[in-house]
């Protein structure tokens, strides 16, 4: 998976948001600005090929207040949609540097 291919979905407006995805933005006081902003700015940091219907990944991006956001999106290579799965601000105890889950 590409990261490219999920900005060009998110600049076309070709994105569809889970349920899962929409409570977790709410919860997390984020707004789809600031998610979509993580994404432009992000990097892939963990890949899930063999995820149905789509492949996915893990996208460790950044708010404007410099504050880690990870999301979660999978990408449908026939619609060119990309599909926002979670989103959530990572947990201190679980990541080093945001990047690598501890174990």
């Known amino acids: 998976m590409d990261i490219h291919e999920i900005?060009?979905?998110i600049e076309a407006k070709r994105i569809r948001i889970t349920d899962h995805a929409d409570?977790?933005?709410?919860?997390d006081k984020l707004s789809l600005k600031e998610v979509y902003d993580s994404v432009s700015f992000g990097e892939i940091i963990e890949s899930y090929p063999t995820d149905r219907p789509y492949p996915s990944c893990l996208i460790l991006g950044w708010s404007k207040d410099k504050e880690p956001i990870h999301s979660v999106w999978a990408y449908s290579q026939e619609s060119k949609a990309a599909v926002l799965i979670t989103v959530y601000r990572p947990d201190p105890n679980k990541w080093i540097e945001w990047r690598t889950r501890r174990k």
């Not at 409570?23 to 919860?27: H, K, L």
């Open 7 to 9: 900005k060009e979905a």
């Open 23 to 27: 409570e977790e933005i709410v919860a």
